[in-house]
């Protein structure tokens, strides 16, 4: 027991050392070009005061976004997805499988669950002791099951979903946009450097060094960027990208694409004034999304209003006027 938290807490502190890096390089970057290049090196004013401007903006930006990304917990499911204590110790208790599921497929019946397991079984995660809303999966780092999990981002140390999805697109663009400034205002500099035209001193490597790493990572940004912008666009998650979710009807790969508009509102809202800013404002709570299908939405009352199937303030259950799943689907435990 003592080893086992002993490599759990090595494991935790060895997690943030991808962050440290990322956070070292984007410090030295900001005493490279602050202090070496636009103090010590530039000579008009005017020159220096629009780069020191923008390079804030763009630097405070880019802090928010990461900081967002990193510390914004990621989503769970709520109680209504939980096993209930009585629903618990029954499940417990009872011996037969068969009995055993036919209890979790009684629970599902209240709930807006439409994917499927690859084989054709509602998902049930054991660990978590919670049957997964659509998109959700269980992350074996967090320990828990994310809402609309995309992955887990090793450079954020936490688990990319519902919850912090915006906040991550917008700190992959911030960054590219970084770095695209600091290379392009560092290009003439780092000519003459490279030259001879400007003499030796530190900031000559600091500048040179500033060019070849704001390129570097640049690159590395424009096609995880592009990847993810093609990811909205479909409404996928990197997850379903590589495993298309299964409805009951089957795979299919776009069964959450409602239209780029839309896709688009899912993740950044519908007010087009906050979409650069990374504040939460993405559409839904991360239980249940439409569908392209919408006959089979249709036919699911609590799609039509999430109140009645949200937990209330008092913790009475609603919602359970929902059309009856069918009894032969069984539950597949998951990890």
């Not at 029954?90 to 497929?105: F, G, N, S």
Request: a neutral charge.
């Amino acid at each position: 027991m003592a080893l086992s938290r002993g490599l759990r807490f090595c494991q935790r502190v060895f997690s943030w050392i991808p962050v440290l890096i990322i956070t070292s390089v984007v410090l030295w970057s900001y005493y490279a070009y602050v202090f070496e290049l636009c103090l010590f090196t530039l000579t008009n004013t005017l020159e220096k005061v629009v780069y020191l401007l923008v390079f804030h903006v763009c630097f405070v930006m880019f802090s928010w976004t990461y900081w967002k990304s990193i510390f914004t917990p990621p989503a769970t499911p709520c109680k209504k997805f939980q096993l209930s204590y009585s629903d618990k110790q029954r499940y417990e208790m009872e011996e037969r499988p068969d009995a055993q599921k036919q209890i979790l497929v009684e629970i599902a019946k209240k709930l807006p669950i439409f994917t499927r397991a690859q084989s054709g079984a509602i998902r049930f995660c054991d660990r978590c002791q919670v049957l997964k809303p659509d998109r959700c999966h269980h992350c074996s780092v967090c320990e828990t099951c994310v809402l609309k999990m995309d992955h887990h981002c090793p450079w954020v140390n936490n688990c990319v979903g519902f919850s912090n999805y915006k906040f991550f697109l917008l700190f992959l663009s911030y960054s590219m946009l970084y770095c695209v400034f600091i290379a392009a205002t560092v290009f003439q500099y780092f000519l003459k450097f490279w030259s001879g035209d400007l003499p030796n001193r530190p900031a000559k490597f600091h500048v040179l060094f500033l060019m070849f790493v704001a390129l570097m990572f640049f690159v590395s940004l424009m096609f995880l960027f592009g990847y993810h912008c093609w990811l909205v666009a479909k409404n996928r998650s990197t997850l379903e990208a590589f495993s298309a979710p299964v409805f009951v009807s089957g795979t299919d790969r776009n069964g959450f694409n409602v239209g780029i508009r839309k896709n688009l509102q899912q993740v950044f809202g519908e007010d087009r004034r906050l979409w650069f800013i990374p504040v939460f404002t993405s559409q839904g709570n991360g239980h249940y999304f439409p569908l392209k299908n919408r006959s089979s939405e249709s036919q699911n009352p609590l799609l039509a209003n999430e109140d009645m199937w949200e937990e209330s303030d008092d913790g009475s259950e609603e919602g359970s006027l929902v059309e009856d799943q069918d009894p032969s689907v069984t539950i597949e435990m998951e990890e």
